[in-house]
């Protein structure tokens, strides 16, 4: 448990990151990504210039998806021979009758 002292230095610090419009995350990556996560988060922090191409392709890429096709989303890469018998299924013969 943190101190008082800790506790008054740690929202002193988060306060004054707000006024420059900062906000605090926290986030569970692999070990091999730590690296590159920091290097992103200074970068988006405290280089505008190097920021707004790193926004723009970081937005592109994970904001806005290519639309898929009904194609993309139920399309198999297996052969045709894989499917054989899967979907000739014999339908009913006649409807049900239901008491509405």
């Not at 990151?17 to 590159?36: H, N």
């Not at 920021?51 to 290519?66: F, I, N």
């Not at 399309?75 to 009758?97: C, Y």
């Amino acid at each position: 448990m943190a101190t008082r002292s800790q506790r008054k230095a740690t929202r002193a610090h988060r306060s004054r990151a707000a006024q420059r419009g900062l906000v605090r995350v926290e986030v569970q990556a692999r070990k091999a990504d730590a690296g590159l996560i920091r290097a992103l988060a200074e970068t988006l922090r405290g280089r505008p210039e190097k920021a707004k191409a790193v926004r723009s392709t970081l937005a592109s890429a994970l904001l806005h998806p290519e639309p898929k096709t009904a194609f993309d989303i139920f399309g198999s890469d297996l052969a045709d021979e894989v499917f054989i018998g899967v979907f000739d299924q014999p339908r009913q013969r006649g409807w049900r009758k239901v008491d509405l």
